[in-house]
């Protein structure tokens, strides 16, 4: 297999050599990451000049990749996509492999909108983390983030997307448990790193199966490879692969750390939850694309993951009354139906990632947007304390609100665009399948429609319920102008890449695109349906929360509702069915190695000593003791003598 993919990789596998502006990739990796150096080595020494210094580097990383892509617009096709080689990486013998970078379509897309929401989101943090005292430590891990972030999408192996991916989980650990002087927030953190570390091992496995089955890990080896291989082996790929990206992006059975990530800062919910770390598992799966188009059974898992996670964030959103906790829930529903376009294969990958870029911008501004409203409200997150905040605070509520209708996929702002063709392209094949995943999508269209309005009129409309001690008020400049900029973004990026497919053809020469069928209903009644279960979902949630009024104290509810509060039992679950027996298993292990092992060699260790000191009594000096001694000698050897004769 090895010769195989070598020679196929020497007759044109491999993308040509990073020039010109491309060459200066490496800087889009080395300015965050020498910020996050500067400032965690600095010490307090750079406390005051630390944070502005972070921002400006993240900016600088911007624009590096705003050059980069400007010189890929000018070439065509194929020809867009470069390799950037760094240094050589890991020499064993026959296998070289270099650390080098791929400047392609994918991964252009990842680093624009990673430094472009990433920096907005420092910006926004000058203004939200302008009175905490370690403030230079939170911009340092903010650019290490977006150093590892980038790290993973610009490597053109397996083994450096791993040092990007473990560094994603190290920041994420740091940033969500930032404020560890809370019991409870530094248990969140450990509990992100333990799910994660879950998902890790399955992407550890996968790298190690891909090495072993092409003799390289490679993407362009393993995509010229994976033609060749047997159908197991690549299907025990993808699923491993798509283990690992359960973990990261919270997909199901790896979903439960999301919603308690909200431990950390405000501006970390928006990085994770809508640039960098969730998308990664999104980027996984659409990278490894040669491997899923091989492996139909492991393109089937990652629709039925997408299609379960969408219902299941969906659910648990409609019940949440913490509005960073709601919109955890709704990323994680948002992610499912990416998983599920990447799962659909060649006529779903380029819809995930726009969809992916779309979410980015209007859930970072919905993020920021409840941080802004957190800052107003004196921290407080329970909407049912909220209400009637539109009049306070006018433009947290605006840019808040397009970010609902880009969510809702109201036309003609951006989730639309492309949460409509993911809807539609699950309705294409044969069978029961576009029926079931199909119909999946549509209604968790509608349960969207619903929790997020729900969201929207609890906090901005309705009754105001505020405490006494609360005094509504707008966010200062840094904080309103990157939601500003959001808005616009997520009011119109989808108008201007959508309706022309410039942003899914401008993808189509990584990632493949093209049509499979038409979809089993028409694509106008699909949309009719669509916009009328959003229709409908929001006209629910304006009866329960606007026009009625909202109960301060949340009613006992539903099982389904007492259900989705509890995140649908999936800690229960986990805890009765990994950590309880984990322990047990734990103990046992323990007990075993103390009483078993160490009681063996301890008993062992006793005996001779026992034996020794019992033999050291013989050695008394007493000339009659011996005497005695060689007596019973002399008796014990006549005796034997006279015995054998």
Known sequence: MHTVVTSLVAQGGSVAEASGVTSLAWLLVALPLLGAAVLLLGGRRADRFGPLLAVGL???SFLVGLVIIVAMLGRSGAARAEHLTLWSWIPAGGFQLPAGMLVDQLSMAFVMLVTFVGSLIHVYSLGYMSHDPDKRRFFAYLNFFVAAMLLLVLADSYAL??????????ASYLLIGFWNRNPAFATAANKAFVVNRIGDLG???GIALIFATFGRVDFASVAAGAPHASQGTLTAIGLLLLIGACGKSAQFPLQSWLGDAMAGPTPVSALIHAATMVTAGVYLVVRSHPIFDAAPNARLGVVV???IT????AVVGCAKDDIKKALAASTMSQIGYMMLAAGLGPIGYAFAIFHLVNHGFYKAGMFLGAGSVMHGMDDQVNMRRFGNLSGAMKVTWVTFGVGWLAILGV????????????IEAAFIGDGWRPWVFGLAALIGAGITAFYMSRLFFMTFHGTKRWTDDVHPHESPLTMTVPMVVLAVGSAFLGLILGPTGGFTHWLEPVVGGGTEGDPVIAVPILMVLTLLLVAAGVAYAWLLYWRDSVPEVAPQGSLVTQAARQDLYQDAINEGLFMRPGIHLTRSLVFADSKGVDGAFGGLAALVGGLSARARRLQNGYVRSYALTMLLGVVAILGAVWVIS
């Not at 969408?310 to 964030?313: I, Q, S, Y």
């Open 58 to 60: 993240s900016w600088a």
């Open 161 to 170: 997307l791993f040092v990007g991916w473990e560094g994603v989980g190290l």
């Open 203 to 205: 992407l550890t496995l």
């Open 305 to 307: 993951v997408g299609a």
């Open 310 to 313: 969408l219902l299941f964030g």
């Open 411 to 422: 036309p003609p702002f951006s989730g639309f665009w492309s949460k409509d063709k993911i």
